[in-house]
């Protein structure tokens, strides 16, 4: 098992190279395979694995820029605050671009072994960005 702070240092990478720097080729530095990933029953979006999540958001939202606002942990979990900005200029849902600019925000709690992701528990404001994409009025 990882310090606390090894295991920080490998949610910001998730956070700041997998997704603000857009390199996807680190999933498997930092995430197990398959990571066992928890969205609320209302997630809009449920992708069955980590390189899915990230392949789905950069077609529908390529630009998408993460801000971590706070982090907390404690043994082998971290807790992330987080929020994003983004404009949905690709397929999402299985619906044509809007070219809307959004945001979102969220907490997830990544549990980790051996320095890497292996679960985590994703909950977002899916109802938010559903409402700022037009797809909910």
Known sequence: MGTVEENKAVVRRYWFELWNEKRGEIIDEIAADPVVMHFPKGQA??????KKWFATALIAFPDVHMTLHEEIAEGDKVVSRWSYVATNTGEFLGRPATNQRV???GIDIF?????????????QDSLGLLHELGVLT
């Open 45 to 50: 979006h449920q992708p069955p694995t980590l």
């Open 103 to 105: 945001t979102d925000l």
């Open 111 to 123: 549990r980790l072994k051996d320095g890497k992701i292996v679960e985590m528990w994703v909950a």
